[in-house]
């Protein structure tokens, strides 16, 4: 049997011959205590702004929430 690093190898390779790449991006930690202060602190913000209203008509305009196929209303 091959090693997992041999399977893994030739699982990127299979990859790589569908035209595909690997890419590695790093993103907030959304379980952090400071994600979580930072996240709240942006939507008081925005819930305090004149523009209130505006801003959750954007939000409501572009949100899905899944329970069909066709995505956002266009």
Excluded: C, K, N, Y
């Excluded at 400071?34 to 925005?46: D, G, K, L, M, Y």
Aim: proline share 5%; net charge negative; charged share 35%.
């Amino acid at each position: 049997m091959a090693s997992t690093r041999d399977r893994v190898r030739e699982h990127r390779e299979r990859l790589r011959q569908q035209g595909l790449r690997p890419v590695q991006i790093w993103v907030p930690d959304v379980r952090a205590p400071e994600f979580a202060a930072e996240a709240h602190r942006q939507s008081a913000a925005i819930a305090a702004s004149e523009h209130e209203a505006d801003d959750q008509a954007f939000v409501d305009a572009i949100s899905w929430e899944g329970d069909d196929e066709a995505g956002p209303a266009e």
